[in-house]
């Protein structure tokens, strides 16, 4: 029985992510007759309440918007202290140090003339646009881009943070933050209960209750200005409101708005008391300030048709410019965190039926799920093969799958390419540890010399195993494969039923059979942590004959054992930056040797030069990542490498 608890980074490095998912929200109920308040001490809920009087003094401030007011007393401030000014242009001028936009025209000194155009594919400035860098002002309506500039970027976990523009549209620094990313379009829709025949489409908005959620968070923006729309939403910022997904439909069935005048984003993400400003402190995101017909601009252009595997790229990038950081943002073009977004986004914003990995295009929200056909196919396997007990799979030796795109590109990048020995199964779970994965840890043992009848210190690489530690005196695991110590009794199979090769022993096992001469220290392997798959009666969770029958593990046969063991072996190494590529070339030898059948590794195949993300490639075909010259297979290889700089040498900033 194995006891084991969760670790990040069981070699001791452990990156700060960003954005924790915790929080509470109304839910999205319908009340007949009447709109649900957004916030109740914000929001009238009846429609009686309509007809109120406005309080024009509230509204004073919002329609001179403030914010622009506030960024021209800035923009003024500077000057007086004799500080050079000019508009910003949309390409990032470097003489606009400020990064402040053309909003300040009345306090140029040399009035200069904006020039509308822009570099190909970004939407057009004109003179009452603006946008400039806040610092660390956080507030309602600001926007929060993602940084490029930190250590540990999202290239390897919570893709859809690289790049994002998350609008604020709640913020206290003593309990919580919340925002929607604005630059995720879907080609998901979203049905309508109440208006005929009307769909919605979706974008994502975050990773709490979101796409994958049974009972999402959904929320809609509008610039419509019509008193019933008004009293149903609250104000962001100057002509940008929110609603309910229940209010807008509603707001539509009463034939004061269309469809098309909301934008609807299906989760949110979220901060804990003071963390996001932690972040703002290590350069994880930029706070901007920006007027509301940027925004609407790009959400406008979002809507008409934009392929979900750009990602929001374009946004991301009229922003840095807008901001002056124009060169920030050319300079982080076309890289490993841009690639890998491309590939979520294909994942998980494009629906199964444009070829993607989203799921049904049209979703009823109160059954939203973004993989309902993955589910239904688990949920209703066939029952007569489901009453058979399962035979234990302790013993057998597994492969990652062979697939172009690899299902470990995107997370638990350690198991892409992996040899994997499964050491239990029951009905909790399967537990395995991976084989090919030295780790820049070693295990310094004394042993016996018998030749001068002293003793010698010997040194045995350590294996990262997998993300789980176990507890107690078998924290590590002896491996070995020798026929002379399995006669010798040395250890014991792996299999209940003897039927395995490969035996586990003791670190005292070890240091006799050493000591005594019957076995070299390079005969052994040490493995540190394990790998788990769950398993449950209820839900799709099937433990390692589940992720076999997904296609994300090969079952390898017995008679290529041997091989693979002695591909092991050549790995016996502690990991350096030196000898990473080395470590890796022989990790995928092992991992081709479990197959005679395997085509050659996409890595040993001549790849095109990336030279610029979108040059070259081809649209209809997705073994490449989408508008690059990148195979996706060598982004997996790049993947991998990135995980072993960053987890197991503790080198997130190591160059691939």
Known sequence: MFFVCCTSGVFGFVPTQSGPRVASREHDSVKSGHFTPCVDTRLYSKESDWEDEDDEE????????????????????????????????????????????????????????????????????????????????????????GGVEQEFGFGLRQQYF??????????????FTKG?????????????????????????????????????????????????????????????????????????KAGVAEVRDFWVFVGYAGWGPSQLKGELERNSWYMVATDSQTLLKELARQGEGEDPRDAGLETWTLLMNMIG?????KEHSGDFDDLMLKEWA???????????????????????????????KLMNRDKEKESKASSSMAGAMIKASSADRSPFLLDNQELHKSIVLIIADDEVASVGVVLNRPSSKGLDIKVADKNTGGAKVVTIPMRFGGQYAVQGDEALLWLHNSPTLRQMKVGSSISSKGESRIWKCTALDVTTAIGQGYANPEEFLVVSGVSIWQKSTTGPNRGI???IEAKNFEI????????????????????????????????EETWNAANSNVRSSPSQTKQKSIGGLGEGFDEEDDSYVFKSDVKVSKLSDDALQSWIATFLLGMPSLKL
């Open 58 to 145: 509230s509204l004073a401030l919002q329609d001179d918007d403030w914010r622009a007011f506030r960024a021209k007393l800035f923009m003024k401030e500077k000057q007086e202290k004799g500080e050079k000014t000019k508009p910003a242009s949309p390409a990032g001028d470097a003489e606009d140090l400020d990064g402040i936009g053309s909003v300040f025209d009345d306090f140029v000194l040399e009035t200069t003339q904006v020039d509308a155009s822009t570099t190909e594919g970004m939407t057009p400035l004109d003179p009452s646009q603006w946008a400039y860098e806040s610092g660390d002002v956080i507030e309602q309506g600001a926007v929060i881009l």
């Open 162 to 175: 690289h790049k994002a523009a998350i609008l604020v549209l709640d913020h206290d620094e003593n309990t």
């Open 180 to 252: 929607i990313i604005l630059n995720r379009p879907t080609d998901l829709m979203l049905e309508d209960d109440i208006n005929e025949g009307k769909r919605w489409r979706v974008w994502f908005g975050g990773d709490v209750e979101g796409l994958n959620a049974r009972h999402p968070d959904i929320v809609c923006l509008h610039s419509l200005k019509s008193k019933m729309a008004t009293k149903a939403s609250i104000p962001l910022m100057k002509d940008i409101q929110w609603t309910t997904f229940n209010n807008a439909k509603k707001l539509v």
């Open 325 to 329: 950081r124009g060169h920030t943002a």
């Open 346 to 376: 294909f994942r998980h914003l494009l629906s199964t039926a444009a070829g993607g990995g989203a799921g049904m295009q049209q979703r009823d929200p109160m059954e939203f799920n973004a993989y309902p056909e993955l589910v239904d």
């Open 545 to 547: 004959e589940g992720e």
């Open 556 to 587: 390898i046969p017995p008679s290529a054992e041997d091989n693979i063991w002695s591909g092991l072996l050549r790995q016996q190494q502690v990991l350096t930056k030196v000898n990473l590529g080395k470590t890796l070339s022989l990790a």
